[in-house]
């Protein structure tokens, strides 16, 4: 099993200050590998080789989707894969730090759900630190519960949760994040 750590947090420093253009959504592409590598390092401080990228997409393509600007350069991401019958794992989500905050990250998760439920798919799963309370919050507000703690489950130490939701019992089209 892959262990994947997040998480940098802080202020987002946007350059938009009316909010950026809004991001296409789009599957992976072999040619996202060295913006998505430097986002993922960024966001989620771990470094992975260029063939795990690529090898996680050829799994299931349709579960590896990217945001992209206007120049069709990746600005997020969110790596998808189905180990589990019938379950969707989330091993990566990452907004670029200027991007955060304007919804991308939402509009990953709506398509990400979506497809999951097309493909048969009954809960989807993830990993964050516990320490990761901007994520936990935006989680949260997608329905994700926190199932179990998972000690000692980063690199540096820090404990994990695991989070799940459900994805037959909400009805299509997806309501996105619930109200606080
Ligand atoms: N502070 C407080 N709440 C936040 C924050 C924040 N910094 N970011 C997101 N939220 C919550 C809010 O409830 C927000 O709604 P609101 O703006 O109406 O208050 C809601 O999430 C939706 O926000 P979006 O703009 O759609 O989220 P964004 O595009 O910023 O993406 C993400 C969220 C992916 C967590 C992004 O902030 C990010 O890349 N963070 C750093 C990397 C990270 O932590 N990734 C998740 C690690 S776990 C894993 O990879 C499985």
């Known amino acids: ?30 040619r996202d ?3 998505v590598s430097r986002i993922v390092g960024e966001a989620l401080r771990e470094h992975y080789d260029s063939s795990l990228y690529f090898s ?12 992209v600007d206007v120049a069709d350069v990746p600005v997020a991401l969110l790596l998808g894969v189905a180990q589990i019958p019938g379950e969707a794992r989330i091993l990566m989500f990452a907004v670029d730090r200027p991007y955060r905050r304007h919804g991308v990250g939402s509009r990953l998760m709506d398509e990400f759900l979506a497809r999951s439920r097309q493909r048969g798919m009954h ?7 516990v320490g990761n309370t901007n994520a936990i919050r935006f989680y949260t507000r997608y329905r ?14 820090e404990n994990g949760y695991q989070m799940a939701r459900d994805l037959l019992s909400t009805p299509f089209p997806w309501p996105g994040r619930a109200k606080p």
Do not use: H, N
């Open 1 to 30: 099993m892959i262990c994947i750590a997040d998480s940098a947090q802080g202020s987002s420093g946007s350059p938009f200050p009316l909010g950026p253009p809004e991001p296409a959504i789009r599957q992976f592409d072999g």
């Open 33 to 35: 590998i060295a913006t």
């Open 56 to 67: 996680l997409s050829q799994a299931w393509p349709e579960g590896f989707l990217v945001a």
């Open 123 to 129: 809960k989807a799963t993830l990993e964050v630190r």
């Open 144 to 157: 994700f519960s926190v199932m179990d703690l998972l000690r000692g489950y980063y690199s540096d130490g």
